[in-house]
């Protein structure tokens, strides 16, 4: 009787939650503010896809006047007036006016020092959350990334926004899951994974010569085993994301690539 009970009042608050969220979105949906939305967590990051917000901005400024600029901004000290001059001083881009800012406080949940393991996707699912806030926040009728987080494009047309992307590093190429399977050290395929073949061949032809030293060969090449099969659950864990990669990144309505 009580695992009865327990179990209709976890069913009864989860389609409570369902509900509520559900109401949510489709209040947001039916007020959306004439305004883009632009999801770029890092105002300071000084890099080329800071320029791209800026020229972005100016563009739907000269383009568009009836709609606002809204920046979805994780800086604490950013405001209308210093991303202004930010843009004027840094980049030379000359806004026609201040953009609106919109302060997100969960910015934390796509930096990559959160994931010590399974960043890529760690770092995905925190801009779902990241989204989420942003767009509980402010709704936009049109949602404009250009950050690359492809994962909260589902999330924008959760809440009935036009998606549009700039997108200058994708965060998975079939190149990069071509690398692990050749185990080629980069940037983000550890070179002990990379390595394991080739010091396996190395340890092989010490010990038929040095016969003497065959249990300290016979450690070493278990762990190249377990490299090796770090970098098969590697190509795995790479094949599904670019999968995932892929179906989120199609909920885009336009994409813009460098």
Same mark, same amino acid.
């Given at each position: 009787?009580?695992?009865?009970?327990? #179990?209709?009042?976890?069913?009864?608050?989860?389609? &409570?939650?369902?509900?509520?969220?559900?109401?949510?979105?489709?209040?947001?949906?039916?007020?959306?503010?004439?305004?883009?939305?632009?999801?770029?967590?890092?105002?300071?990051?000084?890099?080329?896809?800071?320029?791209?917000?800026? #020229?972005?901005?100016?563009?739907?400024?000269?383009?568009?006047?009836?709609?606002?600029?809204?920046?979805?901004?994780?800086?604490?000290?950013?405001?209308? *007036?210093?991303?202004?001059? $930010? &843009?004027?001083?840094?980049?030379?881009?000359?806004?026609?006016?201040?953009?609106?800012?919109?302060?997100?406080?969960?910015?934390?949940?796509?930096?990559?020092?959160?994931?010590?393991?399974?960043?890529?996707?760690? *770092?995905?699912?925190?801009?779902?959350?990241?989204?989420?806030? &942003?767009?509980?926040?402010?709704?936009?009728?049109?949602?404009?990334?250009?950050?690359?987080?492809?994962?909260?494009?589902?999330?924008? $047309?959760?809440?009935?926004?036009?998606?549009?992307?700039?997108?200058?590093?994708?965060?998975?190429?079939?190149?990069?899951?071509? $690398?692990?399977?050749? $185990?080629?050290?980069?940037?983000?395929?550890?070179?002990?994974? &990379?390595?394991?073949?080739?010091?396996?061949?190395?340890?092989?032809?010490?010990?038929?010569?040095?016969?003497?030293?065959?249990?300290?060969?016979?450690?070493?090449?278990?762990?190249?085993?377990?490299?090796?099969?770090?970098?098969?659950?590697?190509?795995?864990?790479?094949?599904?994301?670019?999968?995932?990669?892929?179906?989120?990144?199609?909920?885009?309505?336009?994409?813009?690539?460098?």
């Amino acid at each position: 009787m009580l695992n009865w009970i327990l #179990c209709w009042s976890l069913i009864t608050l989860t389609l &409570a939650t369902i509900l509520l969220l559900a109401s949510q979105i489709l209040n947001h949906r039916r007020n959306k503010k004439r305004a883009v939305g632009f999801f770029h967590p890092y105002t300071n990051d000084g890099g080329g896809g800071e320029r791209v917000l800026w #020229c972005a901005v100016k563009a739907i400024q000269e383009q568009n006047p009836d709609l606002d600029s809204v920046i979805f901004s994780g800086d604490n000290d950013a405001s209308s *007036q210093s991303l202004m001059s $930010r &843009a004027t001083d840094r980049f030379g881009v000359h806004l026609l006016y201040p953009p609106k800012v919109v302060h997100l406080n969960r910015r934390k949940w796509i930096e990559e020092t959160t994931y010590p393991h399974f960043t890529m996707i760690g *770092q995905s699912l925190g801009s779902v959350y990241l989204s989420w806030e &942003a767009l509980n926040k402010f709704t936009p009728l049109y949602y404009f990334d250009t950050s690359g987080y492809a994962f909260t494009y589902p999330i924008a $047309r959760l809440f009935g926004c036009k998606v549009i992307c700039y997108t200058h590093y994708p965060t998975i190429s079939l190149d990069m899951v071509s $690398r692990v399977r050749q $185990r080629s050290s980069m940037y983000n395929n550890d070179a002990v994974i &990379a390595k394991s073949i080739a010091a396996y061949n190395v340890l092989t032809w010490v010990s038929a010569i040095f016969l003497a030293s065959y249990l300290v060969i016979w450690i070493l090449t278990l762990s190249f085993r377990g490299s090796t099969w770090l970098s098969r659950c590697k190509i795995i864990y790479y094949t599904v994301f670019s999968v995932m990669y892929g179906m989120v990144g199609s909920c885009a309505h336009l994409v813009m690539v460098n």
